[in-house]
């Protein structure tokens, strides 16, 4: 996990938040892998869930940093 998980959002500059973004992107990536492709979920539900809308409320932080890089 980032070592910048316990910092709270609003207190993120924006080259954290871009690190704390990108370690997000590459956990739930790997959670996703083991839930949909192994079968073998590796977090509980509510752990998942607090991830995403982790990254989600970073993201609306820094939309325009994010432009470029949405699918």
């Known amino acids: 996990m980032s070592g910048l998980r316990d910092v709270p959002v609003e207190r993120l500059t ?5 690190d704390e973004l990108a370690a ?3 956990e739930i990536h790997a959670h ?3 839930y949909y492709q ?3 979920p590796t977090l509980k539900d509510a ?11 970073i993201a ?3 939309p ?3 432009r470029g890089a949405r699918p």
């Open 47 to 57: 752990e998942y869930a607090a991830l995403r809308r982790r990254n989600a409320a």
């Open 32 to 34: 996703d892998r083991a």
């Open 64 to 66: 325009d940093q994010l």
């Open 14 to 18: 924006a080259r954290d938040a871009e």
């Open 60 to 62: 609306a932080r820094i």
């Open 38 to 40: 192994e079968a073998a």
């Open 24 to 26: 997000l992107a590459a």
